[in-house]
């Protein structure tokens, strides 16, 4: 079965950090981009992050430059989002998405096979 799993999502205080995991199983992620999407409540799914499928290109959404980064691991099949000075806004649920290509090009659902199941991000004092 193909499927991406995320973790590492929680409660935490503005300012405080998270790392979310999202590993895969049933297939490969070494050819494919990963993207991170959030969506908060009444609001659509947004793009956060992309990373290559060799990791050595990033793309971030302004609202999280500079304090979120992208990171993988190919040989545990396993991408991160490193989220730093976490802000209420940032509160949402988020999700891994591999892509069918290489490189980062947008955060156009449709460009996106598998995605994980989400997981809940809420910052809150």
């Known amino acids: 079965q193909l499927q991406l799993v995320e973790s590492g999502g929680g409660l935490v205080q503005p300012g405080g950090s998270l790392r979310l995991s999202c590993a895969a199983s049933g297939f490969t992620l070494y050819y494919r981009s990963i993207g991170w999407f959030r969506q908060a409540p009444g609001k659509e799914r947004e793009g956060v992050s992309c990373?290559?499928?060799?990791?050595?290109?990033?793309t971030y959404a302004d609202s999280v430059k500079g304090r979120f980064t992208s990171s993988r691991d190919n040989a545990k099949k396993t991408v991160y989002l490193q989220m730093n000075s976490l802000k209420p806004e940032d509160t949402a649920v988020y999700y891994c998405a591999a892509s069918r290509t290489y490189t980062c090009s947008g955060y156009a659902i449709q460009g996106y096979d598998y995605w994980g199941q989400g997981t809940q991000v809420t910052v809150s004092s």
């Open positions: 990373i290559s499928s060799s990791g050595g290109s990033t």
